[in-house]
């Protein structure tokens, strides 16, 4: 009790501390009368059409900072991701490998009519979202975390029957996941790969064409903005995303007693 | 609207945005039930994003039209592309918290399963009697 009281009361010292220094300016003026020189920058070359050796071809500023200018970043923040959702698959690895002999019937009729059409309508909103990211906000991470709320709605509503019926399998899942990854990995060298291949120049996460190299991914599609190669890497995450979280939704709403198998002869205590 | 105003009550987001971190920190620490501890992580991590996309705000002004750093004409002038870059907010810290959310998501997920693994392995998820059950186990052993 002593210890939640110190630890309450120190909280509150900083609290007012931090006020007082905000209040005083210490994050200087809030709101910012204006952005920074970065992102003035950022949001001037982003669809700058006389400047193409420097441009993302994406008439959205989000999306080209994350898969063009910081993409490098973006690439290992996919690792992370990549490496929490591996690590909580490896929690329950055995779950993978009992096949699940289950006859719920899932929820009444009414409930489950509304939830295929509101599945469609999810699912329509994530493609558009993913496949639009260059062009409207929006992008493979969002496109992908709304995509994976489809699955999860079907795996209550219609009980897990429904999935096993339709063969939407563990290692399917899987296999989709690790080839999107994969796909993502190998947009960001294939211009690497192409230069080596003609003797061009070419850097790794290179998107359009620099004044030094001048390979680039198409910057239009039927004169509609591509963005090079950021539509690749949204469709690619896209899938990525929504195969991860709807792999472990699976787990976590997997019967009780094909849990607790996972722990089925081992010692008391970790 | 009043620009003063304005500037107040972002004064005042701020704050209210602090004392949700200290809150949630709180919650973090001295609650011994696993879940709440995540479900107290959870708000810190939003709250930060939060934090971070205010930051990347800027102060309307009469006469400015703010905007999302979105370009919508799809083949700018010189013209557009300047009112462009006066009206739009910072896109910056909007790129770092959007991988960030999806990150979080993933890392609330394997905190998720590795409470289950714990709840039905002490079939508990208070800290407190996890911590008791191992101290008997040990002393047992050393026994």
Redesign the interface.
Known sequence: ML??LV??SL??I??LA??YL??SGG?G????????V???N???L?????ITWLWAAS????TA??WDY?GLD?LF??V??YG??L??LT??RSVSKVPEFVSSAGLSLVVKRVTAIVTLAILAVAASTALHGH???G?G??G??IASVAPLLLLVVFGKQFFIERRISYSKLLTIRNASLALLGFTSVALLILGFLTGFQAYIFQNQAKIVSTLSYPPYLLD??LGGSLFFFNLFEFLA?AS??TL?FT??LSRDET??K??EG?E??? | MDIELIKFMFMLTTISLYFNVAISLYGVVSKTNLVKKLIALTIFQDTVNMFTILIGYKLWRPGLLLQPPVLTDLSPTSETLREFVERSVDPLPQAFVLTAVVIGLAVTLFLTTIILHVSYHFKTVNVDEIGRSKRVYIHEEAV
């Open positions: 210890r939640d630890f309450a909280l509150i900083i609290i931090l006020t905000t209040y994050l003026d809030l709101p910012p009368r204006d952005v920074r970065i992102a003035s950022y949001l001037n982003t669809y700058n059409q006389g008439p959205e500023a989000v900072i994350v910081r973006t923040e996919t992370v991701f929490a959702i690590a909580a929690l329950f062009l409207t906000p992008g991470f969002q992908g975390a509609v903005p995303v991860g979280f472990v787990i976590l849990l607790r996972e722990l081992e008391l205590g970790y």
